[in-house]
């Protein structure tokens, strides 16, 4: 079994940076891919960055492509999402997540592929 505890959250202006971690326990995150999911109020869970175990393969959603950097350190269980360039429709509760399957060598884009979440950390940028 794995938990998974999100921070980071916070209120930050337009054009400023946040640093989310989720550190996980129970279980080495080591064998697994790791996701990073947003849902802001009415919408659907959508998928906004992901890391395959070994942290060589990264993909992101097109929205957060070149503000949002996903990193791991595995020796600290401990997975980051570095947000930049934030605008107000970044706003969501941000989710990580880690991939059901061990090892895999591609980073899974749908919620149904995670089996463990965290409880989310709010993210509220202001115009």
């Known amino acids: 079994q794995v938990q998974l505890v999100e921070s980071g959250g916070g209120l930050v202006q337009a054009g400023g940076s946040l640093r989310l971690s989720c550190a996980a326990s129970?279980?080495?995150?080591?064998?697994?891919?790791m996701g990073w999911f947003r849902q802001a109020p009415g919408k659907d869970r959508e998928f906004v960055a992901g890391v395959t175990w070994s942290g060589g393969s990264t993909t992101y959603a097109d929205s957060v492509k070149g503000r949002f950097t996903i990193s791991r350190d595995n020796a600290k269980n401990t997975v980051y999402l570095q947000l930049n360039s934030l605008k107000p429709e970044d706003t969501a509760v941000y989710y990580c997540?880690?991939?059901?399957?061990?090892?895999?060598?591609?980073?899974?884009?749908?919620?149904?592929?995670?089996?463990?979440w965290g409880q989310g950390t709010q993210v509220t940028v202001s115009s």
């Open positions: 129970g279980r080495t995150l080591r064998r697994y891919g």
């Open positions: 997540a880690a991939d059901s399957v061990e090892w895999r060598t591609v980073v899974p884009g749908v919620d149904d592929e995670y089996g463990y």
